[in-house]
């Protein structure tokens, strides 16, 4: 079973920094890309960052670009994301993710696994 589980969110300060971390298991997780997204209050849930799978290559959301810093360690089954100078508008709980191909008996589909999410607040 694909487990997720996020940790390090919390309370911060405009301008404050966090390390938030995920750990997974129940799958080869060097084998998988792995992805943040955040969902906001009373908002739909926004891509935040991706890494590949040798952790070799990133993108990011624009949101997140020269801020935010995503990494792996596959030793540890682990993805992390620094979050630095934060805003009252990076307020949002915070997921990990990944996707797998599936094929449903008549075609492939990706199917979605989500962490139960971790909570950032930042004001002030």
């Known amino acids: 079973e694909v487990r997720l589980v996020e940790s390090g969110g919390g309370w911060v300060q405009p301008g404050g920094s966090l390390r938030l971390s995920c750990t997974a298991s129940?799958?080869?997780?060097?084998?998988?890309?792995m992805s943040w997204v955040r969902q906001a209050p009373g908002k739909g849930s926004e891509w935040i960052s991706n890494i590949n799978e040798d952790g070799d290559r990133t993108r990011y959301a624009d949101s997140a670009k020269g801020r935010f810093t995503i990494s792996r360690d596959n030793a540890k089954s682990a993805l992390y994301l620094e979050l630095n100078s934060l805003k009252p508008e990076d307020t949002a709980v915070y997921y990990c993710?990944?996707?797998?191909?599936?094929?449903?008996?008549?075609?492939?589909?990706?199917?979605?696994?989500w962490g139960q999410g971790t909570q950032v607040t930042v004001s002030s």
């Open positions: 129940g799958f080869t997780f060097g084998n998988f890309d």
């Open positions: 993710a990944t996707k797998e191909l599936a094929w449903d008996g008549a075609k492939f589909y990706y199917r979605d696994y």
